[in-house]
């Protein structure tokens, strides 16, 4: 299993982006499927998740309100819609999956499957 991720670029201060990741390989169910992210010199950070089961998000709380996690589509693909950035945002995104249950989806460690990182700039 492969995880994609895309969309990341430049914004501007107060600009958007929106962020897809999306699975490929063998058929893949996974229980969720997180952002995390990481900054030069700062350790890697819980963003969202989305879980299947019910449907539920979380989020960490720097991106309550301007950040929307969200399936498309199909069960292996999730988007995070960006909105209101700012220059703190700006780091590598990571897209991550689990498959297994009862696991806590804001811990990095949590998630099997990994994507290649997306980098997210924001100038002021």
């Known amino acids: 299993v492969q995880l994609q991720a895309s969309g990341g670029g430049s914004a501007r201060a107060g600009g958007s982006l929106r962020l897809s990741c999306a699975a490929s390989?063998?058929?893949?169910?996974?229980?969720?499927m997180a952002w995390f992210r990481q900054a030069p010199g700062k350790e890697r950070e819980f963003v969202a998740a989305?879980?299947?089961?019910?449907?539920?998000?979380n989020y960490a709380d720097f991106a309550k309100g301007r950040f929307t996690i969200s399936r498309a589509g199909a069960r292996n693909t999730v988007t995070l819609q960006m909105n209101s950035l700012n220059p703190d945002d700006a780091a590598v995104y990571y897209c991550?999956?689990?498959?297994?249950?009862?696991?806590?989806?804001?811990?990095?460690?949590?998630?099997?499957?990994w994507g290649q990182g997306t980098l997210v700039t924001v100038s002021s």
């Open positions: 390989g063998r058929p893949f169910s996974p229980t969720a």
């Open positions: 989305f879980t299947w089961s019910g449907s539920r998000t």
């Open positions: 991550a999956a689990v498959i297994r249950r009862g696991v806590s989806v804001t811990d990095a460690g949590d998630y099997s499957y």
